[in-house]
């Protein structure tokens, strides 16, 4: 997968769900990027982790030997007419951000869902009305950044740590549309 020298993107193994998962709990712990608040067992994480990987790609990205952050994509809805298009998550350990690992997490992200056939990425995005220390308008920024448009948009629909939030639908098209498409196949790493 990706490689650089300190870099390495690969897919996600459910030996790495423990990893993972700590990165998770920070984020349901102190921030609105989130709207989950419950933290998962590392069994629940994993449990989630075999369910999208029976399909869909997941990828974490390791620096110096450590994981530091995953991507992955999941189901949009499920309704078969909406079979190309997912969601797609990223989340990267807190202190490892800014550095390239999101971007390169979600360029073999992209890369793999193309070879599914799947045409169209979302993002669905927790968003302030003005930053400030649970939630900012970083990730939002990030996707925007990547090529992802404002696609729908929800006023205080989340409320967590005594705040409304709201959050917004972003989406990226990976592939041309056309009127008979192949049905997506599942991911092969």
Request: hydrophobic share 40%; glycine share 8%; proline share 3%.
């Amino acid at each position: 997968m990706c490689k650089n020298s300190k870099l390495v993107i690969r897919p996600a193994t459910i030996s790495d769900a423990a990893a993972l998962n700590a990165i998770y709990s920070g984020y349901i712990a102190d921030t609105a990027i989130t709207f989950e608040d419950d933290i998962l067992t590392d069994g629940q994480f994993a449990a989630r982790m075999k369910d999208i990987m029976a399909f869909y790609p997941y990828f974490v990205a390791e620096s110096g030997g450590e994981i530091v952050g995953y991507a992955y994509a999941g189901k949009f809805k499920n309704r078969s007419a909406y079979d190309w298009s997912v969601e797609s998550t990223v989340y990267v350990k807190r202190g490892a951000q800014r550095r390239g690992t999101g971007s390169a997490l979600y360029a073999a992200l992209e890369e793999a869902l193309k070879s599914q056939g799947i045409i169209n990425m979302y993002a669905c995005i927790a968003v302030p009305e003005r930053d400030d220390e649970y939630l900012t308008h970083d990730s939002f920024n990030f996707h925007k950044k990547l090529g992802f448009k404002t696609v729908g948009t929800f006023k205080k629909c989340g409320c967590k740590f005594g705040r409304w939030y709201g959050m917004v639908w972003m989406q990226k098209q990976l592939s041309r549309h056309v009127t008979e498409p192949a049905r997506p196949q599942p991911y092969r790493a």
